[in-house]
């Protein structure tokens, strides 16, 4: 028989260092569940990805257990991490922030492509290239064509 699902949380943690403060405390506990069984589960299950910020959806069912899914990082934090400055720009239509090639931009896409609603390489690096833009990060030379 299927456990009935209550409902959805959708957090962004550290990867390997939930602990029961803010936000994860308050967000499980208001659910009641167990916040130290999630995150001894949670801090096992992304101790390699350790210190990246790792969005997870915990399914929570009436019976107060759960299940969680851990996705791979933000665009815009691997972006950051990629162009290495410490956030976007105030104005990204006006001062550009940092630089990136294309082969960056297609490396994130592939880490990415997983989680992004798109079928195509091509889609995906179209994706994270208008991120970037937004975040006045700039991308260097012409799109690379399949032709």
Request: glycine share 8%; proline share 6%; net charge positive.
């Amino acid at each position: 028989m299927a456990k009935e699902i209550a409902g959805l949380i959708k957090l962004q943690i550290k990867g390997g260092a939930a602990n029961p403060s803010p936000p994860v405390g308050p967000a499980l506990g208001s659910k009641g569940i167990n916040i130290m069984e999630f995150c001894k589960q949670f801090n096992a299950r992304t101790q390699e990805k350790a210190g990246k910020i790792l969005p997870v959806i915990i399914t929570y069912y009436t019976d107060k257990s759960f299940d969680f899914v851990v996705k791979t990082p933000p665009v815009a934090v691997q972006l950051i991490e990629v162009a290495k400055v410490k956030g976007g720009s105030a104005e990204p239509n006006r001062k550009k922030v940092a630089e990136i090639t294309w082969e960056q931009v297609k490396q994130i896409a592939t880490d990415k492509m997983v989680d992004l609603n798109c079928f195509e390489l091509d889609s995906a690096m179209r994706m994270v290239a208008g991120t970037a833009r937004s975040m006045g990060i700039a991308v260097k030379g012409e799109f690379p064509s399949n032709n």
